[in-house]
């Protein structure tokens, strides 16, 4: 197979026959250019990968073709994060190519490196560095290719905008696709090589718009929705009326009455297929099921009960010091509960799958932030070999940690081998997408915590069911602490699972609402106070930039207007967001004017996309703060749209929404992605205890439990 046929494949060629090499043939037949591998083993990256991967030797990251292009490789995919931007930059700068050179090639698992999935706020972090060195390694390649070509020593080399020339002469130069072209170089990275400092970067550091913003606006950039394949069918999937209903009965033919209807069915997994999405729907409708459901135990407003009744296992994650003589030691002590219901990830893009088996092997174009675990999960589910399994680079319309979870893409594998040849499309309905989303955990926190009346902290005991512990390690000087995690195996009626900055948004609410309760108690300006407790540098430095970019006051703003500060760690990053918030003292109705996100996130990569993944922290922050409750009975979900479930309008958004951050070039780059987003439920329930005097010690804070508190 040709590189160009490759490359036709990569831009979606559904025409082309089904791509499936091992990564040694990959390698072998890619063609003129220079590719640069990295040894997994030897790196250490083995820790990091399901067991079950066997790894091939080396992965590709970086080819220089002989049209002087490049390819990127990587395995994280790109969900409107904008690291299809980042990471050509970081190739862009050690490579000395534009920006625009580079191809990003992302999550198809024939081509790119394996990895475990796109989550956490971990892309930057780590691909950064491998991206870096291998664009090193390439450039080092170059400038010894060309010193033999132009007959000249190695040290007299310098790489500039995609050539090398002469540093004494500049005419004296040859370009990348003159030295790639007829060349066949694979070289294989197993140390790290020298990468740039702070103070040498021009393209690291500097704002660039998203590379994929025209495809965007245009309507050219492809979803998994989007593949149109010859005979494409559609399906619709009979659905119970809740999690573990058993199928009693079911009469399909009013389905079959439907014309072009094909109906398919293994045991309760019934099918329908049709060339008419809206007549697929209309075939499913027609089928008349009966389900024997569960009984209830509990609904949205009785499930923090039942959670502190039944998370019996307990786990110390921090402690220090005698947290009685804190007690002891304290003026005032305060003991307060907090409460957070689940959160769907309502992705405008609902889970989705395109795929075709043929001949014992299936190609899928699926929505997930996993490709490398849903070709395993489809395998599996098929058992078939891995290798018969070929997840295709899409883009996603978001997923939030939602779309870890592959469950459509398993069943477009079984519809699409129950209609072998047949290619198929499965778009979850927004019912659907509600019903089985891995919802954010519902979770209480009891906090015990004591001050002295000149506001030291003395002790601090957090008991979390439910939210886990990231982010809670203290960055405030408590001698005197414990930290605790309560949970159990099957607690939950539905599915859970991670949902940006997994528990940290929760437990971020319950600390700075707490810090913030105790603040006031003593009459202490809450930035004061937190500045007073606080013992980690980092921390300070994001409270402090965001303080000044506020203009914060101790002069308090007139009754009805209130600020709010939250600080929290996540991903790497120190984050606090300081916001001003309107409170309608007769409806309860919040509008946040005004959000300043302040960070200390160590090298920023693209200062525009820093700034747009803030912006849409604060703004997806303001639903969970807010509007956004799944409603149920135990595993009956009821919220099945966005007229159930409120994620915020325009109208909703702050009229200003600022980003600083630390500047620290010289140090590692760290998440950017879901820092901010933790300190939004704290930061406007602090603004509406300033603004009206009520308290909200459950999230979201609706009119109706803002007014409830101002009683």
Same mark, same amino acid.
């Given at each position: 197979?040709?590189?160009?046929?490759?490359?036709?494949?990569?831009?979606?060629?559904?025409?082309?026959?089904?791509?499936?090499?091992?990564?040694?043939?990959?390698?072998?037949?890619?063609?003129?250019?220079?590719?640069?591998?990295?040894?997994?083993?030897?790196?250490?990256?083995?820790?990091?990968?399901?067991?079950?991967?066997?790894?091939?030797?080396?992965?590709?990251?970086?080819?220089?073709?002989?049209?002087?292009?490049?390819?990127?490789?990587?395995?994280?995919?790109?969900?409107?994060?904008?690291?299809?931007?980042?990471?050509?930059?970081?190739?862009?700068?050690?490579?000395?190519?534009?920006?625009?050179?580079?191809?990003?090639?992302?999550?198809?698992?024939?081509?790119?490196?394996?990895?475990?999935?796109?989550?956490?706020?971990?892309?930057?972090?780590?691909?950064?560095?491998?991206?870096?060195?291998?664009?090193?390694?390439?450039? $080092?390649?170059?400038?010894?290719?060309?010193?033999?070509?132009?007959?000249?020593?190695?040290?007299?080399?310098?790489?500039?905008?995609?050539?090398?020339?002469?540093?004494?002469?500049?005419?004296?130069?040859?370009?990348?696709?003159?030295?790639?072209?007829?060349?066949?170089?694979?070289?294989?990275?197993?140390?790290?090589?020298?990468?740039?400092?702070?103070?040498?970067?021009?393209?690291?550091?500097?704002?660039?718009?998203?590379?994929?913003?025209?495809?965007?606006?245009?309507?050219?950039?492809?979803?998994?929705?989007?593949?149109?394949?010859?005979?494409?069918?559609?399906?619709?999937?009979?659905?119970?009326?809740?999690?573990?209903?058993?199928?009693?009965?079911?009469?399909? /033919?009013?389905?079959?009455?439907?014309?072009?209807?094909?109906?398919?069915?293994?045991?309760?997994?019934?099918?329908?297929?049709?060339?008419?999405?809206?007549?697929?729907?209309?075939?499913?409708?027609?089928?008349?099921?009966?389900?024997?459901?569960?009984?209830?135990?509990?609904?949205?407003?009785?499930?923090?009960?039942?959670?502190?009744?039944?998370?019996?296992?307990?786990?110390?994650?921090?402690?220090?010091?005698?947290?009685?003589?804190?007690?002891?030691? /304290?003026?005032?002590?305060?003991?307060?509960?907090?409460?957070?219901?689940?959160?769907?990830?309502?992705?405008? $893009?609902?889970?989705?799958?395109?795929?075709?088996?043929?001949?014992?092997?299936?190609?899928?174009?699926?929505?997930?932030?996993?490709?490398?675990?849903?070709?395993?999960?489809?395998?599996?589910?098929?058992?078939?070999?891995?290798?018969?399994?070929?997840?295709?680079?899409?883009?996603?319309?978001?997923?939030?940690?939602?779309?870890?979870?592959?469950?459509?893409?398993?069943?477009?594998?079984?519809?699409?081998?129950?209609?072998?040849?047949?290619?198929?499309?499965?778009?979850?309905?927004?019912?659907?997408?509600?019903?089985?989303?891995?919802?954010?955990?519902?979770?209480?926190?009891?906090?015990?915590?004591?001050?002295?009346?000149?506001?030291?902290?003395?002790?601090?005991?957090?008991?979390?069911?439910?939210?886990?512990?990231?982010?809670?390690?203290?960055?405030?000087?408590?001698?005197?602490?414990?930290?605790?995690?309560?949970?159990?195996?099957?607690?939950?009626?539905?599915?859970?699972?991670?949902?940006?900055?997994?528990?940290?948004?929760?437990?971020?609410?319950?600390? $700075?609402?707490?810090?913030?309760?105790?603040?006031? /108690?003593?009459?202490?300006?809450?930035?004061?106070?937190?500045?007073?407790?606080?013992?980690?540098?980092?921390?300070?430095?994001?409270?402090?930039?965001?303080?000044?970019?506020?203009?914060?006051?101790?002069?308090?703003?007139?009754?009805?207007?209130?600020?709010?500060?939250?600080?929290?760690?996540?991903?790497?990053?120190?984050?606090?967001?300081?916001?001003?918030?309107?409170?309608?003292?007769?409806?309860?109705?919040?509008?946040?004017?005004?959000?300043?996100?302040?960070?200390?996130?160590?090298?920023?990569?693209?200062?525009?996309?820093?700034?747009?993944?803030?912006?849409?922290?604060?703004?997806?922050?303001?639903?969970?703060?807010?509007? $956004?409750?799944?409603?149920?009975?135990?595993?009956?979900?009821?919220?099945?749209?966005?007229?159930?479930?409120?994620?915020?309008?325009?109208?909703?958004?702050?009229?200003?929404?600022?980003?600083?951050?630390?500047?620290?070039?010289?140090?590692?780059?760290?998440?950017?992605?879901?820092?901010?987003?933790?300190?939004?439920?704290?930061?406007?329930?602090?603004?509406?205890?300033?603004?009206?005097?009520?308290?909200?010690?459950?999230?979201?804070?609706?009119?109706?439990?803002?007014?409830?508190?101002?009683?």
């Amino acid at each position: 197979m040709k590189a160009k046929q490759i490359d036709q494949y990569y831009f979606h060629d559904v025409n082309s026959p089904v791509f499936s090499m091992d990564r040694r043939n990959f390698l072998k037949n890619l063609g003129g250019g220079i590719i640069i591998v990295f040894s997994l083993s030897e790196l250490g990256f083995t820790g990091r990968y399901n067991p079950q991967e066997q790894l091939p030797e080396f992965n590709a990251f970086l080819r220089v073709k002989e049209d002087g292009r490049v390819d990127c490789y990587t395995g994280k995919i790109e969900m409107g994060q904008g690291i299809n931007t980042s990471l050509a930059q970081t190739l862009a700068e050690e490579l000395e190519v534009d920006i625009h050179d580079v191809d990003m090639i992302m999550g198809e698992t024939d081509l790119v490196p394996y990895d475990a999935g796109t989550w956490g706020s971990m892309t930057t972090r780590f691909q950064d560095p491998l991206i870096r060195a291998a664009a090193a390694e390439a450039r $080092e390649v170059l400038r010894e290719l060309a010193a033999e070509k132009l007959s000249l020593p190695l040290d007299r080399m310098v790489a500039s905008n995609g050539r090398i020339m002469d540093r004494s002469d500049n005419t004296r130069s040859v370009s990348y696709a003159e030295l790639t072209k007829g060349q066949k170089i694979v070289r294989a990275v197993t140390t790290k090589p020298e990468v740039k400092k702070a103070r040498d970067l021009k393209v690291i550091g500097k704002s660039f718009n998203r590379l994929d913003s025209v495809k965007k606006v245009t309507g050219k950039a492809l979803y998994a929705a989007d593949i149109r394949l010859p005979g494409l069918m559609y399906a619709r999937i009979v659905r119970p009326p809740a999690h573990g209903s058993k199928l009693v009965s079911s009469d399909t /033919s009013g389905a079959e009455a439907v014309t072009g209807t094909r109906l398919l069915r293994d045991g309760d997994f019934i099918v329908v297929l049709h060339a008419d999405p809206e007549m697929a729907e209309k075939a499913v409708m027609a089928i008349r099921s009966e389900w024997e459901v569960p009984e209830s135990k509990a609904n949205q407003d009785t499930i923090f009960e039942y959670i502190k009744r039944n998370a019996t296992d307990i786990r110390v994650r921090y402690s220090g010091g005698d947290l009685e003589a804190g007690r002891k030691a /304290s003026d005032i002590v305060f003991e307060h509960e907090y409460h957070d219901g689940y959160k769907a990830h309502a992705s405008i $893009e609902t889970h989705t799958a395109t795929a075709i088996y043929k001949d014992g092997e299936i190609t899928m174009w699926a929505s997930s932030q996993t490709p490398f675990g849903t070709r395993q999960e489809v395998a599996d589910r098929l058992g078939i070999a891995r290798e018969k399994v070929h997840i295709k680079q899409i883009y996603l319309g978001g997923g939030f940690g939602g779309k870890i979870y592959n469950q459509q893409a398993v069943e477009a594998a079984r519809i699409a081998r129950m209609a072998e040849g047949t290619p198929v499309q499965l778009a979850w309905t927004r019912r659907e997408e509600f019903m089985y989303d891995m919802f954010r955990p519902a979770a209480v926190m009891k906090i015990n915590s004591g001050v002295t009346k000149d506001g030291i902290i003395r002790f601090w005991d957090f008991d979390i069911y439910c939210a886990g512990d990231r982010g809670t390690e203290l960055f405030y000087g408590v001698a005197d602490h414990r930290t605790r995690l309560l949970d159990a195996r099957g607690l939950h009626p539905f599915g859970t699972g991670a949902w940006r900055a997994p528990g940290n948004n929760t437990t971020t609410f319950a600390r $700075e609402s707490q810090i913030d309760i105790m603040a006031h /108690s003593i009459g202490m300006d809450p930035l004061e106070f937190r500045i007073k407790n606080m013992n980690n540098e980092r921390a300070l430095n994001s409270l402090k930039v965001a303080a000044e970019k506020f203009g914060w006051s101790k002069t308090k703003p007139p009754k009805g207007t209130g600020r709010g500060i939250a600080v929290g760690f996540d991903a790497g990053t120190y984050v606090t967001i300081i916001l001003e918030a309107k409170v309608d003292l007769q409806t309860g109705r919040v509008k946040v004017t005004r959000a300043v996100v302040g960070q200390d996130m160590g090298q920023v990569i693209n200062p525009q996309g820093t700034r747009i993944q803030a912006e849409g922290c604060v703004n997806m922050g303001l639903g969970y703060a807010l509007t $956004e409750d799944i409603e149920f009975d135990w595993k009956t979900v009821n919220s099945y749209n966005f007229g159930d479930y409120k994620i915020p309008l325009f109208s909703d958004i702050p009229d200003s929404i600022e980003t600083v951050w630390v500047d620290a070039m010289d140090q590692p780059p760290q998440g950017g992605g879901e820092p901010a987003i933790i300190c939004m439920g704290a930061a406007v329930t602090n603004a509406i205890f300033e603004a009206c005097g009520a308290r909200v010690f459950r999230i979201p804070a609706t009119p109706e439990r803002i007014l409830e508190a101002m009683k």
